[in-house]
């Protein structure tokens, strides 16, 4: 997804309707933000400042222009919140509707890779979990309008834009955004950095709502933050002496930073469950595959 | 497609199964290498040198391994054949293939514009025109091997990449790769220069073999070089006096530099029928349209 040359980073990302959103609980101007805003994320996962992007759009014959005209709507929306240039595109036809957005990234410490976390170093996290999916589960339930915290977070995400370039100069020594879940993301960190963590479930963050969504749809709110995934916070692994100036930095963001455990040699669990039995788990459902 | 800031060129192409290529006659290498080339192409187009790219790969379910792999080597080897560094992609599923490549370029001179050229100008056209779409045809007809490089062309693309920078260092005002066909590109050039010209069927430097499977499959072939596209040549806008300086940097290239016709205000036309007519008898169907 991600690359580094003079500087500069070179991202992409892909989604399409019916696996990374669908209309049925999406708008046009919805999928446009998402597509943008999970490059942000990933430039951001990186230590880098978004820049600039081109959008590669596949749009169905018989897309209506009300879905076309928000999808560049939501694009655009969301170009100007995280001062992206949007300086090209390209459109072809193809069954699904289909967003590829490459953005370009500015670095000034860093690359932060996945591949750079230590044994003894700190695991943390940006902000809240579980958000995102506990509101693609209440949108898929009807339930949208009861949730609204919840139905924005999956259908508005942030990119924690900021927070990125602030642990990158705090120190971060690894990175990746949760957009695959806490479970998948962290088994991409560790596996690249050849370190492990046990993270006990009371370590979590939880997004408020998402405890409130699981209650009324009778789903275990630890999945949702676990295996949900769409929370596009920020995974990071800090030298235990770096997490100070790091939650310093990210409280003036008006961000709170988790410790979730210890950085160790060998395997991960989450909530006493090995990474391999969350996948068999696998939450994927919950985001239309 | 295109943007520029910084000296740094960002562009996108997204090239789709059934639009753009088709597994009945060409390999999922095939479908690489010309997705990347595209991109080169566009890079070229621009005066600028193609650095980086990163991939969004569309993939079915159902997609043979095969075809898989055979993308992933297609787009290596016209990576390393134009010296690209690719930093990386992303994957999700559809309907069809799709591939959407997003390149860097790095610009000595330039960027050259679609909107430079000025009354008085020559223009002129790299290369020869009619070998891709005849290509396309021989091949659906089940005749590729019996013509060999015009279905060349068509399944192994050529950029004008090193063409493109000596164009702009010589001179070039306007440019544009004949990626639609030269009628539609004519078009998005003299629309965006606010000039045309006249070019007569004679001037129009044809393809060998472009005749060939024309008298063949009874095709017009000038039919074949105006509107059948993804020549890869590119259309350049030229002062007079910069002509013979720009020729000769392309004879120590190999490549030939053909004078169309002088731009002129007002509309344009080739061979006698206006571009709106070229359109109407547009050769789109032979790009599966």
């Known amino acids: ?99 590829a957005v490459s953005m370009t990234g500015a670095l000034e410490d860093g690359p932060v890779t996945r591949g750079g976390a230590k044994a003894g170093e700190l695991l943390c996290v940006t902000g809240e979990l579980g ?4 509101g693609l589960a209440a949108l898929r339930a009807g339930r949208g309008t009861d949730f609204e915290d919840a139905s924005r977070r999956q259908l508005r995400p942030q990119a924690r834009a900021k927070e990125g370039t602030a642990l990158a100069r705090t120190g971060a020594t690894a990175m990746i955004d949760l957009s695959d879940g806490l479970a998948p993301d962290l088994g991409h960190l ?27 749809l009778s789903l275990d709110p630890f999945e949702l933050a676990v295996a949900g995934g769409e929370d596009f916070e920020l995974l990071v692994a800090l030298p235990e002496n770096a997490v100070p100036e790091a939650r310093a930095a990210l409280d ?23 990474l391999d039995q969350w996948k068999e788990k696998s939450w994927e459902h919950l985001r239309n595959k």
Chains 1, 2 share one sequence.
């Open 252 to 274: 003036d963001l008006g961000t709170k930073l988790t410790v979730l455990g210890r950085l160790r040699p060998g395997s991960s669990a989450i909530g006493g469950r090995s």
């Open 131 to 134: 958000g995102a999916a506990a």
């Open 1 to 99: 997804v991600r690359g580094e040359a003079d500087g500069l980073l070179l991202t992409v990302d892909v989604l399409v309707e019916g696996v990374d959103f669908d209309f049925a609980y999406c708008s046009g101007a919805d999928a446009g933000w998402k597509a943008l805003v999970a490059s942000v994320s990933d430039i951001a996962a990186m230590g880098g400042t978004a820049r600039r992007a081109v959008v590669g759009l596949l749009l169905p014959a018989q897309t209506s222009l009300g879905v076309a005209e928000g999808i560049a709507d939501g694009v655009t929306e969301a170009a100007e919140h995280y001062r992206v240039n949007v300086v090209g595109g390209d459109v072809s036809s193809a069954s699904e509707v289909g967003l």
């Open 190 to 216: 560790a596996e690249a950095s050849g370190v492990g963590c046990e993270i006990e479930v009371d370590a979590i963050p939880m997004e408020p709502q998402a405890l409130e969504v699981a209650a009324a």
